[in-house]
């Protein structure tokens, strides 16, 4: 078992490398007769693409999406959806230092000590670059979702760059699109510019923090025990590059307050119960409620850095390492449109389940 597949009626397959000729994905389960071309998927491919500003690596990649079955004349017929993605701009050269040597907080060491034998190049399947394959798929199951609920929305942005964290009282969804950290706060964008441009010049990196708002979500979306809605959206998040922890609602947080503070109270309102706060994140018992999703997870620093670490090679003998290439200084960044195609993914995985199991009929209260 190879491990590249996610999903279950709607999963999808990544292949590729990051200094490959070509990634891309294979995606299966996508319902016949949906309106789909590169142009739509290549918008979410955009968001994502490097070297868009000063903050992300400045590889330069066109992230060119081109469909290579599945679709005809404009529409999907049902059978699997070949997505390939050319690496255009790769600098194998830069990693010629470690091909015998492992760098620190990387996947290098664990690789070697799995498979004996591993593509040093850009870390091959370990990179950051296979999320490019992932954000296509995600802008396939984007293209069903509006077809299927056109009210859903999925919304990514950054709440945590190192020491600094969102004010929520400015929150502004308008500005996520309008600044390189997906950040919603206008008026904290040239602070943060600031403090990376720093860390940067240190010939450091810094972590993050992403948050993934779900609206339009209908209840009913989960299981209770090994399908759960947010063990799905938990797992999807962790399987991101660098991603070290996830939570849904309070998180972590919960552990600090008393049951009083945490349960959402229900009222009964003319369309049916709703909830008076929302410290589950839209989740109960694995099935979503109805209200808005809410996913968070922290990504550790780019292990990538020009900073002398301590490190060994392949022989046993202690070195001292400085990694070369072109990396993210806050890899988070570039997570954010990744994480919102994960959540797409998982979304739709479990309305195709929900509509196998239950035909989308729904137990009536009231």
């Known amino acids: 078992m190879s491990y590249n597949t996610f999903g279950r009626e709607f999963r999808f397959t990544t292949w590729g490398e990051s200094h490959g000729p070509a ?3 294979t995606v299966d389960g996508v319902p016949p007769g949906v309106k789909l071309d590169e142009a739509y998927i290549q918008q979410f491919m955009d968001r994502r693409r490097p070297g868009t500003s000063k903050h992300t690596t ?3 990649e066109a992230d060119a999406v081109r469909i290579l079955s599945g679709v005809f004349e404009g529409l999907t017929t049902g059978t699997p959806i070949q997505l390939m993605i050319e690496n255009t701009d790769q600098r194998s050269k830069d990693y010629g230092d470690i091909a015998r040597a492992f760098r620190p907080g990387h996947a290098d060491i664990t690789y070697q000590m799995k498979y004996g034998h591993r593509d040093y190049r850009g870390g091959g399947r370990s990179s950051a670059r296979e999320t490019a394959a992932r954000v296509a798929a995600g802008g396939v199951a984007q293209a069903v979702l509006a077809q299927l609920l056109p009210d859903l929305k999925i919304t990514g942005y950054m709440v945590q760059m190192g020491a600094l964290h969102l004010n929520r009282e400015a929150f502004d969804a ?10 919603p706060d206008a008026t904290a964008v040239q602070d943060w510019s600031d403090y990376l441009d720093g860390i940067r010049k240190d010939q450091n990196s810094v972590g993050a923090a992403i948050e993934v708002l779900v609206q339009g979500c ?22 991101i590059n660098a991603v070290k922890g996830v939570e849904i609602g309070e998180g972590m947080g919960a552990a600090a307050m008393t049951g009083t503070d945490n349960a959402d109270e229900i009222r009964m309102g003319n369309q ?4 008076l706060s929302n410290h589950a ?10 209200q808005d999703i809410v996913v968070r997870f922290s990504i550790k620093p780019t292990s990538s850095i020009t900073t002398p670490r301590r490190a060994i090679n392949d022989k ?11 990396h993210d200084p806050c890899v988070g960044i570039r997570a954010v449109p990744v994480a919102e195609a994960m959540a797409a993914c998982v979304i739709l995985d479990h309305l195709l389940m929900d509509r196998a199991q239950t035909g989308g009929v729904r137990g009536q209260i009231g």
Do not use: C
């Open 281 to 290: 994140g839209g989740i109960l018992g694995g099935i979503s409620s109805g």
């Open 218 to 239: 209908p209840a009913g979306l989960g299981a209770p025990v090994y399908a759960k809605l947010d063990t799905d959206l938990a797992a999807a998040m962790m399987s």
């Open 316 to 326: 046993g003998e202690e070195i001292e390492l400085i990694t070369k290439g072109r």
């Open 23 to 25: 990634l891309g994905a």
């Open 174 to 183: 308008g500005a996520i699109n309008d600044n390189p950290f997906f950040l």
């Open 58 to 60: 400045q590889r330069k």
């Open 272 to 275: 049916g119960p709703y909830f």
